[in-house]
């Protein structure tokens, strides 16, 4: 039985990875008095005198809504909201088992910016965070940035989870060669939902945490480099390419990678040959994120002389997982109270990253996703950077 074959039999065992549990006694007449009528009556009439308790009395303070509408699951495209529902189980299994945090998959028929926007408002009381996840480019963008003013930190894990791990293996690669970003030529194919927020984090765009912006970086989708005003750019690759090619160098994913330093795929499968490696600048470092076939195999990738090679897959060193942020992302948030999520936030987690590996090497550039301790370290510095930040609730008197 392969592994596909083995998650379906215990899907079916388990009929799914979650569920909800009373954190009240309920055995006698006084303990139901107490969790239900009449008790309830009074924490209702303390939040409706001040909202702010709700994070203190209700799960409020301490549960994240994880919103899909099923129009970009993993590798496997549009398969709608019924299907998406096993990876946002999973995704709030994994929350409540590195953070501590009680997650809710919420998938939704919804497609259009607007209907996912209304809903996700609406169900914003119930909840002190919302992880968006797995909803399809471009309309991510437009979805995360108008949720920004409704109170509570609301992010899309495959834009930014994956930019801050992949920053943090940046860094630590840099910390083997002995070498700063800013001398660091960079290369990232894909422009979709994570290559925009890569993009800003590598540029250190909107932040006041300490950062040093890669000397030089350019961007790529399948028709090559991007540069602004290029004919059938999107409005957010026009952005990309303002910030990074104002030049309006032109060329395709192999003239970009002559003489590169480090080459970022969030792409597809098999585009680079061993050669292309071959073709980029002394101790190429290879991160190749497509799953669950990179755009160059490790083997291959070494082959052509990469130093350093990470993939999105267990079953190779250097594995590059969103589980080492959004744990404790989130948790930082609730911890703090914050209302949105910074940039500043994002970078004080690439800096919990990078330091949970004290000596990295060539095979260990990043901590192992059972880790323990990643999340904690995440959750206190995004705590820390929110209250630098000023965007926080002030704790009830």
Not at 40 to 53: G, Q, T
Not at 243 to 266: E, H, K, M, S
Request: hydrophobic fraction near 45%; proline fraction near 7%; charged fraction near 25%.
């Amino acid at each position: 039985m392969d592994i596909y074959e083995e998650a379906l039999a215990r899907h079916e065992e388990t009929r799914g990875k979650i569920e909800v549990r009373s954190r009240m006694r309920l055995e006698t007449q006084h303990d139901l008095s107490l969790a239900y009528t009449p008790g309830v009556a009074r924490p209702c009439e303390v939040i409706a005198a001040d909202p702010s308790r709700s994070w203190d009395l209700t799960w409020r303070g301490r549960t994240v809504a994880v919103v899909s509408d099923g129009s970009a699951v993993l590798g496997l495209g549009d398969i709608g909201p019924m299907a998406s529902l096993p990876v946002m189980e999973g995704k709030a299994a994994l929350f409540h088992e590195f953070a501590g945090i009680d997650a809710v998959p919420i998938v939704i028929d919804a497609h259009e910016p607007d209907e996912i926007v209304s809903i996700v408002k609406a169900i914003a009381p119930t909840f002190g965070g919302i992880n968006l996840e797995d909803i399809s480019a471009p309309r991510c963008f437009e979805i995360e940035d108008r949720l920004q003013d409704i109170g509570i930190p609301v992010l899309h894990d495959d834009q930014h989870g994956t930019a801050i791990v992949l920053l943090a293996a940046v860094v630590n690669a840099a910390r083997v060669l002995k070498t700063t970003l800013g001398n660091m030529s960079v290369v990232l194919n894909g422009a979709g939902a994570a290559g925009r927020a890569i993009c800003n984090l590598l540029l250190c765009k909107d932040t006041d945490e300490a950062c040093i912006p890669v000397g030089k970086l350019r961007v790529c989708d399948s028709k090559g480099i991007l540069w602004p005003g290029r004919p059938g750019n999107t409005p957010v690759k026009d952005e990309i390419g303002e910030l990074t090619n104002p030049d309006a160098q032109r060329g395709d994913l192999r003239d970009a990678l002559r003489g590169a330093n480090v080459f970022i795929g969030v792409s597809r499968g098999n585009l680079l040959a061993a050669e292309d490696v071959r073709a980029m600048g002394s101790n190429p470092i290879v991160l190749a994120m497509a799953n669950p076939t990179p755009e160059i195999l490790p083997e291959e990738a070494k082959a052509g002389g990469a130093v350093i090679v990470g993939t999105g897959r267990s079953d190779f060193p250097n594995q590059v997982n969103n589980v080492l942020a959004f744990p404790g992302l989130f948790r930082g948030a609730l911890e703090a109270r914050a209302k949105r999520f910074t940039n500043s936030m994002k970078f004080a987690a690439i800096q919990a990253i990078t330091g949970c590996v004290e000596e990295p090497t060539p095979n260990h550039i990043l901590p192992t996703p059972f880790d323990r301790s990643v999340a904690v370290r995440v959750a206190d510095e995004v705590a820390a950077a929110a209250r630098r930040a000023g965007v926080c609730y002030e704790p009830a008197k």
